[in-house]
């Protein structure tokens, strides 16, 4: 998807297939589902070698809000 004339955008999707009892109760489904993604984003911010890649090639990351912080 093109969103300016200086870039395109790509993107992927992480699943969380989510047992119906957690998903019942949205307090602790918001807690866990955002430490996971908290997480990953640790771990792509602590990654010099990617984030030297991503810099040296112009590419920028950032997050949408998760489909369970909408509903």
């Known amino acids: ?3 300016n004339d200086d870039y395109t955008r790509h ?7 989510v047992p119906a009892d957690l998903a019942a ?11 996971a993604v908290s997480r990953i ?6 990654d010099d070698r990617l984030q ?5 090639h112009g590419i920028e990351y950032g ?3 998760g489909s369970w912080e909408t509903t």
């Open 52 to 56: 030297a890649l991503l810099r040296r």
């Open 41 to 46: 984003t640790e771990l792509i911010e602590a």
């Open 63 to 65: 997050w949408e809000e």
């Open 25 to 35: 109760d949205n307090a602790v489904l918001r807690d866990v589902l955002n430490a």
């Open 11 to 17: 993107t992927f999707t992480i699943l969380f297939d």
């Open 1 to 3: 998807m093109t969103i």
